[in-house]
T-cell receptor, first 116, second 113 residues
Framework: GAVVSQHPSRVICKSGTSVKIECRSL??????MFWYRQFPKKSLMLMAT?????????EQGVEKDKFLINHASLTLSTLTVTSAHPEDSSFYIC????????????FGPGTRLTVT | TQLLEQSPQFLSIQEGENLTVYCNSS?????LQWYRQEPGEGPVLLVT?????EVKKLKRLTFQFGDARKDSSLHITAAQPGDTGLYLC?????????????FGKGTLLTVNP
């Protein structure tokens, strides 16, 4: 099956610094990648939809200047949390959609971000 | 964005019992997916239902999509401790290449041995 990886799996950073999270589709091309945020024992909240070669589409209430998304290739999307604060601590999950497939969405293993 | 209501939110049962999780919306989805997630991991797709009235079985798991494509259910027979996890339903909305998944709030299932 299609595999999506995320790096790093865990990261601890100090308040005020920026953190970059990578999402890679390992064995398929993904025209669309999605970034989600999840709080403990809660559901996934869609943050933004990332299309290769174009600007990301952010969900209402998500600050695009704080959560920078870049989808530079068909296999890589990055999420950068800028000027991180403790309230940004969360589990960030990406998913990748197979090119042309509306239901083929595969999830990465997630990245646990802790801001101290 | 369409909303998905999932119930119950928490469920703790004994091994061998049966259970049903419900996913309801006032809106129609083109398809609906069920995922299972374990702590510290990403969700894993269990099934996609597309046709109203569709029933799919995956071993001890039975998934139903309502006739009007607004609701779905997941039934687990003879639950086992390995079934423990967060069960999420997600509805697909959008057209063409512009689509997204809307997730329900999830059902946290604990199966006690």
């Amino acid at each position: 099956g299609a595999v999506v990886s995320q790096h790093p799996s865990r990261v601890i950073c100090k308040s005020g610094t920026s953190v970059k999270i990578e999402c890679r589709s390992l064995d398929f091309q993904a025209t669309t990648m999605f970034w989600y945020r999840q709080f403990p024992k809660k559901s996934l909240m869609l943050m933004a939809t990332s299309n290769e070669g174009s600007k990301a589409t952010y969900e209402q209430g998500v600050e695009k200047d704080k959560f920078l998304i870049n989808h530079a290739s068909l296999t890589l999307s990055t999420l950068t949390v800028t000027s991180a604060h403790p309230e940004d601590s969360s589990f960030y999950i990406c998913s990748a959609a197979l090119a042309g497939a509306r239901v083929g969405q595969y999830f990465g293993p997630g990245t646990r971000l802790t801001v101290t | 964005t369409q909303l998905l209501e999932q119930s119950p939110q928490f469920l703790s049962i004994q091994e061998g019992e049966n259970l049903t999780v419900y996913c309801n919306s006032s809106s129609v989805f083109s398809s609906l997916q069920w995922y299972r997630q374990e702590p510290g991991e990403g969700p894993v797709l269990l099934v996609t239902v597309v046709t109203g009235g569709e029933v799919k079985k995956l071993k001890r798991l039975t998934f139903q999509f309502g006739d009007a494509r607004k609701d779905s259910s997941l039934h687990i027979t003879a639950a086992q401790p390995g079934d423990t996890g967060l069960y999420l339903c997600a509805g697909l909305e959008g057209l063409g290449s512009n689509y997204k998944l809307t997730f329900g709030k999830g059902t946290l299932l604990t199966v006690n041995p």
